[in-house]
T-cell receptor, first 115, second 112 residues
Framework: GAVVSQHPSWVICKSGTSVKIECRSL??????MFWYRQFPKQSLMLMAT?????????EQGVEKDKFLINHASLTLSTLTVTSAHPEDSSFYIC???????????FGPGTRLTVL | GQQLNQSPQSMFIQEGEDVSMNCTSS?????WLWYKQDPGEGPVLLIA?????ELTSNGRLTAQFGITRKDSFLNISASIPSDVGIYFC????????????FGKGTKLTVNP
């Protein structure tokens, strides 16, 4: 099956700093990538959808200036949490779909802790 | 917006028992997906359903796409300890590679 990786798997940062999370499709070209957020004991909440070479489409209530998404290539999308605050602490998961896939495949997630 | 109601919220069963969980929606979906998530990891696709009425199996797992396109169920037969985890249903208006709406999950605990 298709493989999606994320880096880092976990990160701890100070309040006010920015953190970048990478999502890579390892064995297929990802024309679309999705970014989700998951709080403890809750479901996945879609934050935004990004198509390669285009601006991301954000879900209602998600601040696009705070969660910057870049999908510059068919194998890489990045999520940058700018000026992070403790309430941004969460599990961030990406998924990807594209050429040769009939569904979206999820990455292993990134645990962000903001102190 | 679209919402999925998943039940039960949690289940505690003995090893060897069968399990059933389901999802219902107020609106129609054209694709239903079932995922399993282990702690600290991303969801892993178990079964994908693309056609109303479709019944699909994957080993001990069986899932069905409701005929009304507003519901789906997942059955696990002869549960084993490694079945422990959180199971999520997800629906898509189009294909599984499009935007998904997730249920709230069913936490499964299997006692040896």
């Amino acid at each position: 099956g298709a493989v999606v990786s994320q880096h880092p798997s976990w990160v701890i940062c100070k309040s006010g700093t920015s953190v970048k999370i990478e999502c890579r499709s390892l064995d297929f070209q990802a024309t679309t990538m999705f970014w989700y957020r998951q709080f403890p004991k809750q479901s996945l909440m879609l934050m935004a959808t990004s198509n390669e070479g285009s601006k991301a489409t954000y879900e209602q209530g998600v601040e696009k200036d705070k969660f910057l998404i870049n999908h510059a290539s068919l194998t890489l999308s990045t999520l940058t949490v700018t000026s992070a605050h403790p309430e941004d602490s969460s599990f961030y998961i990406c998924s990807a779909s594209g050429v040769g896939t009939d569904t979206q495949y999820f990455g292993p997630g990134t645990r962000l802790t903001v102190l | 917006g679209q919402q999925l109601n998943q039940s039960p919220q949690s289940m505690f069963i003995q090893e060897g028992e069968d399990v059933s969980m389901n999802c219902t929606s107020s609106s129609i979906f054209n694709t239903w997906l079932w995922y399993k998530q282990d702690p600290g990891e991303g969801p892993v696709l178990l079964i994908a359903l693309y056609k109303a009425g479709e019944l699909t199996s994957n080993g001990r797992l069986t899932a069905q796409f409701g005929i009304t396109r507003k519901d789906s169920f997942l059955n696990i037969s002869a549960s084993i300890p490694s079945d422990v985890g959180i199971y999520f249903c997800a629906g898509a208006s189009q294909g599984g590679s499009e935007k998904l709406v997730f249920g709230k999950g069913t936490k499964l605990t299997v006692n040896p």
